[in-house]
C-alpha cells in the first residue's frame, strides 16, 4: 500500500467501486461493504478460494474505479450518468466495466446521492424504504431501530415539509411503541404542515392513540383537539369510549374533577359499576380510594354507606351460599382457594370497616385544613391506648402544620408530643422533642415562652431544680450582636429574636430564683426586667417586697420610685398606695417632710377620679403625726381636686373632722364654702338642708329659715315632696302665721317658675 512522503498510509478507494475510501483493517473495502461482504460470506457460505480472487482481482478495479470517479464528477452536477466519451479506445473488455460503473450497493448509491441532492425528496424516499427494509423483520428493541430514527430526523431536517417522510416516520414509530416520541412527533408534524394538510396526520394519530397501552387520558385529549378541528368525527370518539374498558372509569373519574358537589356519589357510581362486573376488590379499592381523597364530609358519608351496605349484602349472599347445599358441597370442595370468601374474614372485614369511621371522617377534616391543631388533638385521642400510633400521628402532625397557617396554638401539639413521651418515662426523647419545638418559627412570642416554660416545668416535676433554671438563662439569654446582624441582613425576624423580652418566662424565671436561688442572682433578674421595661406594677410591688423582708428599706423605696416614674395612671395607681403606706407605717414621724413630698408629688401626678383616697392617706398622715391646719388645709385642698360627683361626699368628711377636731361652729364656714363651691343643684340643695339641721341644733331659727328659703329654688314642688314636707314641719314646729304664709307664697312661686321652665322647653 502507498505510504506518502510522512511515512502515513494515504487513503486507498474501496476495492468495491463504491466511491468511500477503505482501511487494511477492512481489507481495503468500505465499512459497510466489507460487513456486507461477512454477511454474505455467512449466509452463502462461500469458499476461501472465492473471496481470495474477489480481492485479487480489484485491482484493476480500483483503477478503474477512480477513471470512473474522476469522470462523474467532471460531468454535470445533475448527472451521474458516465459520458460515452470517456476517453481514448480501448479493449473491448474495458468499455464493458466502464458501461457497468462502480460497483457500488443500492444503499451506497443513494448515500452519494444524497450527499450531492440533500434536497431531493425522491432519494431520501427510496433510502428511507431500504432502510425501513432492512429491520422489518426485527424486534422493535433492536439497536437499529435507534440508527432509523436518527435517519428519520436527518431526513426531515430538509425535508420538513413532505408528507411523505413524516407518515413513514411516524408509522414506525407507532410501530415501535414508543408513546411519548411519538406522540410529541405528531405534535411536531402539525405544526409543520398547514391546516389543509392535517386530515393525513390525523388519520393516523387518531391509529396511534386508539391502540392498547396508550393511557386513556391521553387519548381522550387526542380525540378532544381532533374534535376541535374537525367537529364531525364525534362518533369516532363514541366509538372509541364504547370499545375502550376504562371508559367509564376515565368518564366517572373526570366528572369528580369537573363536578366537586357530586364527588360521593360518582365515586359510589364507579364502584358500582366494578361491583356489576363482578369485580369486587377492584370496588374495594374505589371506595377506599373515595374516602382517602374526598375533602366533605358529605361526601365521605355518602362513600362510607355505601361502602357498608355493600360489606352488609356481601354477608347476606354468602349466608344464602350456605344455605345452599350444591354451592356448600362445591365450597368444601374448593375450601383452600377460596378463603377470601369465608364469612369470619367478611364480618371482620366489616368489623374494620365501622372501627375506622372515626379516624377516616377526622382525615377528611385535616384534607380540608392540614393546619387544623384542634383536629390533629383530636387524632391523637383516637388513638388513645396506641402510644405507638399516637407517635407517629404526633410526627405528622409537627410535619405538616406550618405555625404561621395554623388555626390554632401550634405548640401544643409539641407539648401534648413531649408529654407523651414522659407518661412513659422517657425524659430523653421528651428533652430532644421540646428542644426540636423551640426552634421552630411560631407566629407569636407567646407560644414559644410556653413551650420553655413547659420544658422548665417538666424538669421542676422530675426535680432536676438545676436544669430548670439553666433552661430558664438559655430562654432569657439576649442574642448576641452577630446573631441580629444576620436576622437584620436577611430582613425576617423570627420569634427567637424577640424570646428575652418575654415577661411570661421571666416571671416563671423570677419565681424559680426566689426559691431556688440566692437573693443576689434573684435581685439581677429582677434588674434584667427593669432594664428591658418589661416590669409590671405587681412585678415592681414584689420587687419591693422581696427588700424589705430581707430588710433593704431604702432599696425598697428605690424600686417603688422606679415604678412611679415607669409607669402612668391607672397602672402606677397600686405603686403609690402600697409606696405612701410602706413608708408611713416604717418613718412615721421621723421623716414626715419627706412623707409630705412624697403626697404632694403623688397628688400632682394623680388624675381627678383617682386623687381622693390619696388626698383622705395625706390627711390622715396630717391628723396623726402633723398639725391639725394641715390637716383641714389637705382636706380644703382636696374638695377642690375632686370631681364634682364626689365633691358633697369630700364635703361631709371634711365637715366630720372639722366638727371633731376644732368643734361644730367651725363647720359653719365649710357649708357656706360647699353651698357657694359650684355643688350642683341636687348636692346643694342637701347641704343647705344638713346646715339648716345646724342652725336649728344651734338655736338659730332665721338662719335655719333662711336655709330653707334659699335651698327652696332647687326643689320642684310637683317632684320634690321630701324638701316641702321638711319645711312644712319646720314651719309647724318653730315658725307662726306670716311665716307660714310666706312659705307658701314661695312654694307658689317656685312652681310657677317651674311650669314656665318647662312650657318653655317643650315649646323650643
Not at 413630698?597 to 390619696?614: G, S, Y
Request: glycine share 4%; charged share 30%; net charge neutral.
Amino acid at each position: 500500500m502507498e505510504q506518502n512522503d510522512t511515512g502515513c498510509q494515504a487513503p486507498v478507494l474501496c476495492v468495491n467501486n463504491c466511491g468511500f475510501f477503505g482501511t487494511a483493517a477492512t481489507m481495503t473495502m468500505y465499512s459497510k461493504c466489507y460487513k456486507d461482504m461477512i454477511f454474505k460470506q455467512e449466509q452463502a457460505n462461500f469458499a476461501a478460494s472465492s473471496i481470495e480472487n474477489f480481492v485479487n482481482g480489484s485491482s484493476s478495479a480500483c483503477v478503474k474505479a477512480v477513471d470512473v470517479a474522476v469522470t462523474v464528477q467532471e460531468g454535470p452536477a445533475e448527472s451521474l450518468v458516465i459520458p460515452t466519451q470517456v476517453a481514448a479506445p480501448v479493449e473491448s473488455v474495458q468499455v464493458e466495466k466502464a458501461k457497468e460503473g462502480p460497483n457500488r450497493c443500492t444503499t451506497c448509491r443513494r448515500r452519494v446521492g444524497l450527499q450531492a441532492l440533500p434536497g431531493s425528496n425522491k432519494i431520501w424516499h427510496a433510502y428511507l424504504r431500504e432502510c425501513l427494509e432492512l429491520v422489518r423483520n426485527l424486534p422493535i428493541n433492536h439497536s437499529l431501530y435507534q440508527a432509523l430514527n436518527n435517519t428519520f430526523e436527518r431526513a426531515l431536517v430538509t425535508m420538513h415539509k413532505m408528507p411523505r417522510i413524516w407518515i413513514m416516520y411516524l408509522v414506525s414509530l407507532t410501530q415501535q411503541k414508543l408513546v411519548t416520541r411519538t406522540r410529541r412527533t405528531f405534535d411536531r408534524a402539525l405544526c409543520a404542515f398547514p391546516v389543509t394538510q392535517h386530515d393525513r396526520i390525523w388519520e393516523h394519530y387518531l391509529v396511534f392513540v386508539s391502540q392498547r397501552g396508550i393511557p386513556i387520558e391521553t387519548s381522550l385529549r387526542v380525540y378532544r383537539r381532533h374534535l376541535k378541528y374537525d367537529p364531525s368525527h364525534i362518533e369516532d370518539l363514541l366509538e372509541f369510549l364504547l370499545n375502550s374498558e376504562l371508559c367509564q372509569e376515565a368518564a366517572e373519574r373526570g366528572g369528580i374533577k369537573k363536578f366537586t358537589d357530586e364527588v360521593g356519589r360518582l365515586w359510589t357510581s364507579l364502584a358500582d359499576y366494578y361491583i356489576r362486573g363482578k369485580l369486587v376488590e377492584k370496588a374495594r379499592d374505589i371506595f377506599e380510594e373515595g374516602m382517602t381523597t374526598v375533602v366533605t364530609v358529605r361526601d365521605f358519608s355518602v362513600i362510607f354507606d355505601a361502602y357498608s351496605q355493600f360489606e352488609e349484602k356481601e354477608d347476606v349472599d354468602e349466608e344464602d351460599d350456605r344455605l345452599n347445599v350444591a354451592k356448600l358441597k362445591k365450597k368444601l370442595k374448593e375450601f383452600w382457594l377460596n378463603d377470601d370468601k369465608d364469612i369470619d374474614l367478611r364480618l371482620a372485614r366489616l368489623e374494620h370497616h365501622m372501627d375506622r369511621r372515626p379516624e377516616l371522617a377526622n382525615s377528611v377534616l385535616l384534607r380540608q385544613n392540614p393546619h387544623n391543631v384542634e383536629q390533629w388533638h383530636r387524632r391523637v385521642k383516637l388513638f388513645e391506648g396506641n402510644p405507638t400510633k399516637q407517635l407517629l400521628t404526633f410526627t405528622e402532625a409537627v410535619r405538616t402544620i406550618d405555625p404561621m397557617k395554623a388555626v390554632g396554638k401550634p405548640h401544643t401539639l409539641w407539648v401534648a408530643f413531649a408529654k407523651l413521651y414522659e407518661n412513659h418515662k422517657d425524659n430523653a426523647n421528651a428533652r430532644v422533642i421540646f428542644d426540636k419545638a423551640v426552634q421552630v418559627n411560631y407566629k407569636t412570642v407567646d407560644h414559644l415562652a410556653s413551650v420553655w416554660c413547659e420544658w422548665a416545668e417538666m424538669e421542676l416535676r422530675h426535680r432536676n431544680f438545676k436544669g430548670a433554671l439553666e433552661l430558664m438563662r438559655r430562654a432569657t439569654a439576649e442574642p448576641t450582636v452577630e446573631v441580629k446582624r444576620r436576622v437584620a441582613a436577611d430582613g425576617y425576624e423570627p420569634v427567637q429574636i424577640k424570646l428575652h423580652k418575654s415577661l411570661r418566662l421571666w416571671l416563671l424565671f423570677v419565681d424559680l430564683e426566689e426559691n431556688l436561688g440566692s437573693l443576689e442572682s434573684t435581685r439581677v433578674v429582677y434588674e434584667r426586667i427593669l432594664i428591658l421595661r418589661i416590669a409590671t406594677p405587681q412585678l415592681i410591688i414584689n420587687y419591693a417586697v422581696l427588700l424589705e423582708d430581707h430588710k433593704y428599706f431604702e432599696d425598697a423605696f428605690k424600686v417603688y420610685e422606679r415604678g412611679v416614674k415607669i409607669f402612668k395612671y391607672p397602672h402606677v395607681k397600686d405603686i403609690w398606695v402600697t409606696y405612701l403606706s410602706k413608708f408611713v407605717k416604717r418613718y412615721g414621724k421621723s421623716k414626715l417632710e419627706r412623707a409630705r413630698e412624697l403626697f404632694e408629688h403623688a397628688v400632682e401626678q394623680t388624675p381627678a377620679d383617682a386623687v381622693k383616697p390619696l388626698y383622705l392617706q395625706y390627711a390622715k398622715l396630717e391628723e396623726d403625726y402633723g398639725l391639725a391646719k394641715r390637716a383641714m388645709r389637705v382636706y380644703d385642698q382636696a374638695t377642690k381636686a375632686v370631681p364634682a360627683n364626689e365633691k358633697l361626699s369630700m364635703y361631709e368628711i371634711y365637715i366630720a373632722r372639722a366638727a371633731e377636731i376644732f368643734g361644730v361652729p367651725r363647720t359653719r364656714e365649710i357649708y357656706e364654702q360647699a353651698i357657694e363651691s359650684g355643688l350642683p343643684d341636687k348636692d346643694v340643695k342637701v347641704m343647705c338642708l344638713k346646715y339648716a339641721e345646724l342652725e336649728k341644733s344651734l338655736g338659730a331659727i332665721d338662719r335655719a329659715r333662711a336655709l330653707h328659703k334659699h335651698s327652696s329654688q332647687f326643689a320642684d314642688p310637683r317632684s320634690d315632696h321630701d324638701f316641702w314636707n321638711k319645711w312644712h314641719e319646720f314651719e309647724v314646729q318653730h315658725g307662726n302665721e306670716d311665716t307660714f304664709r310666706e312659705m307658701l307664697c314661695v312654694k307658689r312661686s317656685v312652681s310657677a317658675s317651674y311650669s314656665q321652665v318647662k312650657k318653655y322647653s317643650i315649646n323650643h
